[in-house]
């Protein structure tokens, strides 16, 4: 199953909502390329990836290069905030200290009042 999204603009903050499996890098950054596009199209300063109903099976080599990818497509250094599943919060730990190394600045958490506070 790929990965589904549909986008939501709120003011300046656009919001993803999606499903599906994120088990291999090209599906993902595809799903990740096609956010980076809305955000430049609308001029977009902060992100919420509502991820609640994605489940996340990449490896630990490719969630590295995954925010690679991301860090060299991404044109500016906004907020983004990932809602995911609390089964799914360790792991997506490891992606959110990953890009942050990287220079982006990522918040994931299970806690979705945590994720807007943050975007404030």
Request: charged share 30%; with cysteine.
């Amino acid at each position: 199953m790929k990965i589904e999204y549909r986008f939501e603009l709120d003011g300046e903050l656009l919001k993803v909502y999606t499903s599906g499996i994120a088990e291999k890098l090209e599906d993902t950054f595809e799903y990740a390329q096609a956010v980076i596009d809305m955000v430049i199209k609308h001029g977009s300063k902060n992100l919420f990836c509502d991820e609640q109903n994605l489940k996340h099976g990449l490896d630990s080599f490719d969630t590295v290069r995954l925010a690679r990818q991301i860090k060299e497509a991404t044109p500016w250094v906004g907020h983004v905030a990932i809602l995911v599943d609390k089964h799914e919060l360790e792991e997506a730990n490891f992606y959110e200290t990953v890009t942050n190394n990287r220079g982006l600045f990522f918040m994931i958490t299970s806690d979705y009042d945590k994720a807007m506070e943050w975007l404030k």
